[in-house]
């Protein structure tokens, strides 16, 4: 069953925005901690942005001054996270994850990871 439902990436000019949705359940949406990771070849997940159920949001070192992330739901039906970053550079070209994640984790379902979406940034 499909957790988490990404959205957007592609092919960016340098200097571009990008824009990331991450769809989840109700259930998901509000009681986990939401987050952008990226992942280049060859190395592990690195943070973009998270929010809280509260509002508070952490950046990545490469992220901050640059991007945000905002959560949204739209009457109860979407519920989503925006992932918004400006001034992309080449090197910001990875493949994007969105993830869920809740602090108990004596929870059998206390992370969930979205498929991947690639971004490719052109110079």
């Known amino acids: 069953q499909v957790q988490l439902v990404e959205s957007g990436g592609g092919l960016v000019q340098s200097g571009g925005s990008l824009r990331l949705s991450c769809g989840a359940s109700?259930?998901?949406?509000?009681?986990?901690?939401m987050g952008w990771w990226r992942q280049f070849p060859g190395q592990q997940r690195e943070l973009v942005a998270s929010?809280?159920?509260?509002?508070?949001?952490?950046?990545?070192n490469s992220a901050k001054g640059r991007t945000t992330i905002s959560r949204h739901s739209d009457d109860n039906v979407n519920h989503t996270v925006i992932l918004h970053m400006d001034s992309l550079k080449p090197e910001d070209t990875a493949v994007y994850y969105c993830?869920?994640?809740?602090?108990?984790?004596?929870?059998?379902?206390?992370?969930?990871w979205g498929p991947g979406t690639s971004v490719t940034v052109s110079s």
């Open positions: 993830n869920a994640h809740h602090p108990d984790h004596k929870m059998a379902d206390y992370n969930y």
């Open positions: 109700l259930r998901i949406w509000r009681l986990y901690t």
């Open positions: 929010i809280t159920t509260s509002g508070d949001t952490t950046y990545g």
